[in-house]
């Protein structure tokens, strides 16, 4: 379902993105002279803003060093959706549509995800995801639909001309071997 307008909540503001299946978070922070909190998931909240109801099975923790460029990920079959946030520094964090059926298809989106701005993005299955580091270092969190599969998993190259991505790039991204050998978007195997 997709999402129109803004929602708030006592616990979240949800708005789409230029692709309206992809949908930033932003968490109601409580803070004090002794810190903060904040509630950064609730299922039942989430389902009434959104239609979406999600199934978490995996949590994932990474962290990246300034100048590291992830993606772009996403797997044929057991398909995740993941819900990213970043709890120490800060992220370029890109969706990709790989659903051929879509209206737009092989349109991205990109938001800056950080500590700071306690930002969250539900990259929903059928995209691919990927992640530029912008701090120091990032730890990167997301909670994902679906178990990893690695015989399941594909790349596109992150830096691939037709999706041409707006990277805010300063030189030349670290990128793992991996992620080197991935496949442009016209070779890629993309969702119907």
């Not at 009434?48 to 949590?59: I, N, R």
């Not at 990920?73 to 990709?96: C, M, N, S, T, W």
Request: charge should be negative; charged fraction near 25%.
């Amino acid at each position: 379902m997709a999402v129109f307008g803004f929602f708030t909540t006592l616990s979240m503001k949800i708005s789409p993105t230029q692709i309206s299946d992809v949908l930033l978070i932003q968490p109601r922070v409580f803070g004090d002279a002794r810190g903060f909190f904040f509630e950064s998931y609730n299922e039942k909240r989430f389902r009434e803003l959104t239609g979406l109801s999600l199934a978490f099975v995996q949590d994932n923790h990474s962290m990246s060093q300034k100048g590291v460029l992830r993606g772009l990920h996403y797997q044929i079959r057991q398909p995740q959706g993941k819900l990213v946030r970043v709890v120490a520094g800060e992220v370029f964090d890109v969706a990709v549509d790989l659903r051929r059926s879509s209206a737009t298809f092989g349109y991205w989106v990109g938001e800056r995800l950080g500590a700071e701005n306690k930002l969250q993005l539900w990259v929903p299955p059928g995209f691919g995801h990927g992640f530029y580091v912008l701090s120091e270092t990032a730890e990167v969190l997301y909670k994902a639909t679906d178990y990893y599969a690695p015989e399941h998993e594909r790349c596109i190259r992150w830096d691939d001309p037709d999706l041409g991505i707006g990277w805010p790039l300063e030189g030349e991204p670290l990128v793992s071997e991996k992620d080197r050998r991935g496949v442009s978007f016209k070779d890629a195997e993309v969702f119907p």
